[in-house]
């Protein structure tokens, strides 16, 4: 149990790939069989699944407009919805990828329920700190942060070097 959460967020990123890919074809399939409602059915389902990926990647400028994916009761709940989604067209590849994706969203939702050590630390950081985010994005923050400054630093510290210039006009004879 120790791995779950890695494991379902890797799952949740190849399941939200897979309906992507799901969406498009149904959405080939679909355009004359179904129209409009299939572009529109497909659109969601895209839109949603891309939603699901800024979610598991932490995308904190994603996050602040869509608040409820920051937990896992949230991410959970809200790929359930996208599965059921995916049943509409009845191919074999929505349901496929409609059955991985309410399975891991019920995962989510189950380490909710035990009280997973993730789910708490999660709970824990969103009280504190209003968000949540993942031990590489702040890694890769921190890393910005210093390569920044060292940059900064560097240009401060050297002086600029100062150009002149000399401005002759055409009409009168340079001395």
Do not use: W
Request: aromatic fraction near 10%; charged fraction near 15%.
């Amino acid at each position: 149990l120790k791995h779950l959460p890695l494991i379902a967020r890797v799952f949740s990123v190849l399941c939200a790939l897979a309906v992507i890919i799901s969406a498009i074809f149904s959405f080939i399939n679909n355009l004359f069989v179904s129209f409009p409602a299939g572009i529109i059915i497909n659109f969601y389902l895209v839109v949603f699944s891309i939603l699901v990926l800024f979610a598991e990647l932490r995308v904190n400028a994603m996050l602040t407009n869509f608040e409820f994916l920051k937990t896992y009761a949230g991410r959970g709940c809200f790929e359930l919805f996208v599965s059921t989604i995916c049943f509409v067209f009845f191919d074999v590849s929505g349901i496929i990828v409609g059955i991985a994706m309410g399975l891991n969203g019920g995962v989510q939702l189950g380490m909710v329920l035990i009280q997973h050590e993730a789910y708490l630390k999660e709970r824990d950081q969103l009280a504190k700190t209003g968000n949540v985010e993942s031990d590489v994005a702040i890694a890769a923050r921190s890393q910005v942060k210093k390569t920044a400054k060292s940059v900064v630093k560097s240009e401060l510290s050297q002086p600029a070097p100062v150009q002149t210039t000399t401005i002759q006009s055409a009409g009168s004879p340079s001395i």
